[in-house]
């Protein structure tokens, strides 16, 4: 194989790399994407259990559904509160039980949305170091009249 062909053949290699470097940043996008919003039901689930110590039995509230969405309803129970314990199982649980989970749950979610972001901070380093050596070679062969890829 010629010189030429094998400088042509790394371009098209460096170029198919540098989609798939793009493809990975956009799955991971919309991966945080929906770890943030997982942390911002979280939130709201944490701010409510926060609250929960000052209700009584009969206190009406506004319960959050996601999306911006609240439904007022009124507490028959403020000894307990019902929380998802996985795989579509959920159980009654002291108030403070649950806030210790949610607080568990958004610490995790926050971790992984800090490892996203260093991830995607690696790979689109790493893109923008490629993405300079594909311009150079472009323009080295460019320069010597060979075709470009």
């Known amino acids: 194989m010629s010189p030429v062909a ?3 053949d790394e371009v098209r290699q460096m170029v198919a790399l540098l989609e798939r470097y793009r493809a990975q940043m956009e799955m991971l996008a919309e991966q945080l994407g929906m770890l943030q919003g997982s942390d911002a039901e979280l939130g709201a689930a944490s701010e409510l259990l926060g609250r929960y110590d000052g209700f009584k039995d009969g206190d ?3 319960v959050p559904v996601g999306g911006g969405v ?7 129970t403020a000894k307990s509160v019902v929380a998802a314990v996985g795989s579509g199982v959920h159980v009654e ?5 649950a806030a210790a989970r949610v607080s568990n749950r958004r610490e995790r979610i926050r ?3 800090s490892q996203t972001r260093a991830t995607i901070e690696q790979i689109d380093a790493s893109a923008s170091a ?3 050596q594909l311009e150079d070679a472009y323009r080295e062969l ?4 060979r075709p470009l890829p």
């Open 6 to 8: 094998v400088a042509e």
């Open 142 to 145: 460019e320069t010597s009249g």
């Open 70 to 76: 609240f439904i007022p309803a009124r507490l028959t």
């Open 130 to 132: 490629l993405s300079a």
């Open 111 to 113: 971790e992984m949305i």
């Open 60 to 62: 009406e509230l506004l």
């Open 93 to 97: 649980l002291a108030p403070g039980e």
